[in-house]
């Protein structure tokens, strides 16, 4: 896949998600409903079918194989094969689906093109002069603007997933909403307008549970698909100015070994910024999706061996 087929697929793939996260509880495809206590999926009250006249002409046994067949046993099976996706495949879910790594994505790029660089502790790469021309205040009025924007959306779409969607919505529109969800509201807006600004990839790195334990299983396996470096054509990276580490968006290094790219979540920026620097090169760009790395840097504990050759360890 060329470099612009590759990112248009994943930015089709990540869109269509995150209006999902956004309008699911409008469509009433899933969402709580804290006002009656109910789980609402695909329009429907989640009650496993056990109606109260069905619990009454039911025994232990049928009510006990309906909550294992329409509740354990899903929940079993998405569990095993999510776990599989991780220890394959990594942290696909979050380069490719998650609403937070698309948010990170959008923001990183709007503070490339307004300040020259991705975080406010990375030096700018625009020359002295350009920095001179611009107007910083507007630029961060831009910035801090859509965080807040995109913000509230975050904690609209999410009040939603507790209180009915419609309602809400009209009350809004009406500027009636009640108390607590406009403490809530305002509360959820101020921290991930932070996030937004100040943390994004960090919390992607450090503060994600979800996205920490994708890293663990992909770390067990030293098979699983990663991005790798061809080290013996590395002369080829002289004339470049590490475009793919600029690029990416978890601020990885990116040649480096799989430990050191722990946090990686496939969303392979980095490849395609080597395909567009190397792409009068014939043998084409030295990053590329592989399965395994061989070494012990592969695993999260590095395990000691003895090459019985040299007789020390291999590090
Ligand atoms: S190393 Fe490459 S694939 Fe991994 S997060 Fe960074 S840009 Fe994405
Ligand atoms: S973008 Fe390609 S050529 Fe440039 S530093 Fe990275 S791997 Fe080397």
């Not at 307008?193 to 790195?205: G, N, Q």
Request: charged fraction near 20%; charge should be positive.
């Amino acid at each position: 896949m060329t470099e612009n087929q590759l990112q248009r697929s994943r930015l089709v793939v990540r869109s269509s998600f995150f209006l999902l996260f956004l309008l699911a509880p409008v469509l009433n495809i899933f969402r709580f409903d804290l006002t009656t206590t109910n789980f609402v999926i695909f329009n429907q009250v989640l009650s496993f079918g056990m109606t109260t006249e069905w619990i009454l002409a039911s025994d232990y046994w049928d009510t006990g194989f309906r909550i294992l067949a329409y509740f354990i046993l899903p929940l079993f099976i998405t569990v095993i094969s999510g776990i599989y996706i991780f220890y394959k495949w990594g942290r696909l879910y979050c380069g490719w689906l998650c609403p937070h790594f698309s948010v990170v994505e959008y923001v990183n790029d709007l503070m490339d093109r307004r300040t020259g660089s991705v975080t406010l502790w990375e030096n700018s790469k625009f020359s002295k002069e350009r920095q001179a021309k611009r107007n910083k205040i507007i630029d961060w009025l831009v910035i801090v603007g859509v965080s807040v924007t995109i913000a509230f959306l975050w904690a609209l779409g999410l009040l939603s997933y507790l209180l009915p969607p419609i309602p809400l919505y009209t009350d809004l529109i009406h500027f009636e909403v009640d108390l607590y969800p406009t403490i809530f509201l305002v509360a959820a807006t101020t921290v991930f307008t932070i996030d937004f600004v100040l943390a994004r990839h960090l919390f992607c790195k450090y503060g994600c549970a979800f996205g920490l334990m994708q890293s663990l299983f992909w770390m067990m396996n030293s098979k699983a698909m990663l991005v790798k470096f061809e080290r013996d054509r590395a002369k080829a990276c002289q004339s470049c100015d590490k475009d793919c580490e600029e690029a990416c968006p978890m601020r990885l290094p990116v040649r480096s070994f799989k430990r050191a790219k722990f946090t990686c979540t496939q969303c392979a920026q980095c490849i395609s910024a080597c395909q567009e620097v190397q792409k009068d090169n014939p043998a084409g760009s030295l990053l590329g999706w592989s399965e395994g790395e061989k070494t012990r840097h592969s695993s999260l504990i590095p395990v000691k061996t003895i090459d019985p050759k040299k007789g020390h360890n291999d590090s």
